[in-house]
């Protein structure tokens, strides 16, 4: 386990939807008293840190969030992912996006089903949470699905209802919580669905800015290469020189990033897993833990990518369409990272 032990969770939902007594309930612990302290007149994404069960844990909270503000609360949203995005470290990304709705409001506003769609376009799998949920029939939860499931495609959100506080009757009897299992279920189940959706764009990403650095010194400097090679002697040191860093590149640089990433995203898993679940032996079973024979699959396909593409008709070497087919050739390695996962964590075809 990374000494980093660290994770990040995304809360969103208006105002007096119920999102601190749901944080409270699924982690155990009262992280804040619910309704108090909280600024009257601000809206933004506001940090809350604690320290649970050995994890350190940033929780981002939705202040403000109202009807009649869709598009002022698309780009804050739109500004957070981004500012924790796959250029990030993964420790640093947000791992869980849960959106609450009150079903005492009787339904989904269009500005719930807006604000989910920004979380599924940033790449998540989002979980649902429908608080105060005792109060809600079968008929009802039916009809609270239906009007999301019609505006947000069925594999890109999980609802759960939840009702997070223990509440008196007018008869004496209380309410029970419930929901907590369903909710840490489908959070972690959403966590194997970022895992394949975005460690592929990661890697890529590094062994983009790896390739650019390798480049630079292929090509840079005073011993530097020209654009246009004509000579049959240039066209010989140009082509070794390119061998050799690219052999260099996939015999070191792909499987070194995907094992270190690798690493990073399985430790995270860990991390949410120790954070929301308090029963070791489902810890155990439930572990998000990538295989390193993951990357090993598609080490020997990313190795004959890489060789000059030279046209015999043509006199000369151009350097820049070298950089230009490296460069497309280490983006379509994305699929097949993906592909690989798929199989590695047995999510292929479901």
Not at 82 to 104: P, S, T
Not at 231 to 255: C, L, N
Request: glycine share 8%.
């Amino acid at each position: 386990m990374s000494e980093l032990k660290r994770c990040n969770i995304l809360v969103l939902g208006k105002t007096g939807v119920g999102k601190s007594s749901l944080l409270n309930y699924i982690l155990d612990k009262e992280l804040e008293k619910t309704g108090v302290g909280r600024p009257q007149t601000e809206k933004g994404i506001f940090p809350h840190e604690a320290n649970i069960n050995g994890i350190d844990v940033k929780i981002f909270d939705t202040w403000g969030l109202e009807v009649g503000k869709d598009q002022e609360w698309k780009k804050l949203i739109q500004d957070h992912l981004k500012e924790h995005g796959i250029e990030k470290e993964i420790v640093d990304w947000i791992h869980a996006a849960i959106y609450c709705i009150n079903v005492a409001g009787h339904r989904a506003e269009d500005i719930d089903t807006k604000m989910i769609r920004e979380l599924v376009d940033g790449g998540f799998h989002v979980t649902v949470a429908l608080t105060n949920a005792d109060s809600l029939t079968e008929s009802d939860e039916k009809k609270f699905c239906s009007v999301i499931y019609q505006k947000i495609p069925k594999g890109s959100v999980s609802i759960i209802p939840i009702c997070s506080v223990i509440k008196k009757r007018r008869d004496g009897t209380e309410t029970k919580r419930f929901g907590k299992n369903d909710l840490v279920d489908q959070i972690l189940g959403s966590y194997r669905k970022l895992v394949i959706e975005k460690l592929p764009k990661r890697i890529v990403h590094l062994l983009l800015e790896e390739q650019k650095s390798l480049w630079n010194s292929l090509v840079g400097g005073s011993d530097g290469f020209p654009e246009r090679i004509e000579d049959s002697e240039g066209k010989k040191r140009f082509t070794k020189e390119f061998q050799r860093i690219t052999q260099k590149f996939a015999k070191e640089t792909v499987p070194g990033i995907a094992k270190d990433e690798s690493q990073k995203i399985s430790d995270v898993g860990e991390n949410l897993k120790l954070l929301l679940e308090d029963d070791p032996v489902k810890i155990k079973t439930r572990t998000i833990r990538i295989p390193p024979s993951f990357w090993e699959k598609f080490l020997n396909f990313f190795k004959k990518l890489f060789g000059i593409e030279e046209d015999e008709t043509e006199t000369h070497i151009c350097i820049n369409d070298q950089f230009d087919l490296w460069k497309s050739r280490i983006e379509s390695f994305e699929e097949k990272i993906r592909e690989s996962l798929q199989e590695s964590l047995g999510t292929k075809n479901k």
